[in-house]
């Protein structure tokens, strides 16, 4: 745990380190902090844009001496494209900066809670707010990318084929899968975003409710065989209240087929 004050101070310094650099053209603040921390356990998440593509590198090591040197307990580097990088740095007490190396021109928007902190240029506002606007346009603002009733039947299929086998770890498996479906369209349905959401605690409470009651009081099977029976529900009652989202009918009849 870290106070706000520390928290303050460390934004305050690594911004002053990073911004100091030619590398660096913009830095942008994500997330809650955008609008004020969460609470005393909120990481700070940031962008970092670099003015050419060929610059994302060379900036994904300056940014990780820079916190190297502000003495982090541990940093993790991730590559998620050939020019996109991310630095994960554990500070005092835990806190923890989420950094992202972003050239210029790949810019995108996920959430509205951004907030450009440094622009040497203006470009970086200019492109931030080029991509707000699309965000903004977008009619399906978090796109899954898959059929979600597809997996959640998919799954509720070999939940059954693996409690027949006794397999009940595999069985427990599938189960956590299938909230994590119904958790996702619930998320959708609140118009929240999917993109690294943590903060479970402020869906509805009835969904919040419905969802625990879903987790058994013993591992057997006949505990796990209730424990997918109110899924099933939960999960059809979930997808319906969805405007975009739905089960084609023979789905809905394959899932109502079950045995369980």
């Not at 955008?34 to 940031?46: K, N």
């Not at 991509?131 to 399906?140: C, G, Q, Y």
Request: charged share 30%.
């Amino acid at each position: 745990m870290y106070s706000s004050e520390e928290r303050n101070s460390f934004f305050d310094n690594i911004i002053e380190k990073l911004e100091a650099s030619k590398l660096v053209e913009g830095i942008i603040q994500l997330g809650s902090g955008v609008v004020g921390y969460t609470d005393e356990h909120s990481d700070i998440d940031l962008m970092i844009a670099t003015s050419e593509i060929k610059d994302a590198e060379v900036t994904k090591r300056f940014a990780y001496q820079t916190f190297n040197d502000f003495n982090s307990l541990y940093i993790k580097e991730k590559q998620f494209s050939e020019e996109i990088f991310l630095i994960i740095a554990i500070m005092e007490n835990h806190l923890e900066f989420n950094v992202s190396i972003v050239p210029r021109d790949l810019l995108t928007v996920r959430s509205p809670l951004w907030k450009v902190i440094t622009d040497k240029t203006g470009l970086v506002t200019e492109k931030m707010n080029v991509e707000n606007k699309k965000f903004k346009d977008n009619p399906e603002k978090y796109r899954l990318g898959f059929d979600i009733s597809f997996e959640f039947v998919y799954c509720f299929l070999s939940f059954e084929k693996e409690l027949k086998r006794n397999n009940l770890i595999y069985a427990l498996k599938m189960l956590e899968q299938m909230r994590d479906y119904t958790l996702t369209v619930q998320a959708l349905n609140e118009k929240k975003k999917l993109h690294q959401l943590k903060a479970y605690n402020t869906l509805e409470p009835s969904f919040i409710k419905a969802y625990l009651s879903t987790y058994p009081n013993k591992i057997t099977r006949e505990k796990l065989e209730a424990s997918a029976r109110q899924l099933r529900e939960l999960f059809t009652d979930t997808i319906n209240q969805n405007s975009t989202l739905s089960m084609e009918n023979a789905l809905e009849n394959l899932l109502e087929q079950t045995t369980v």
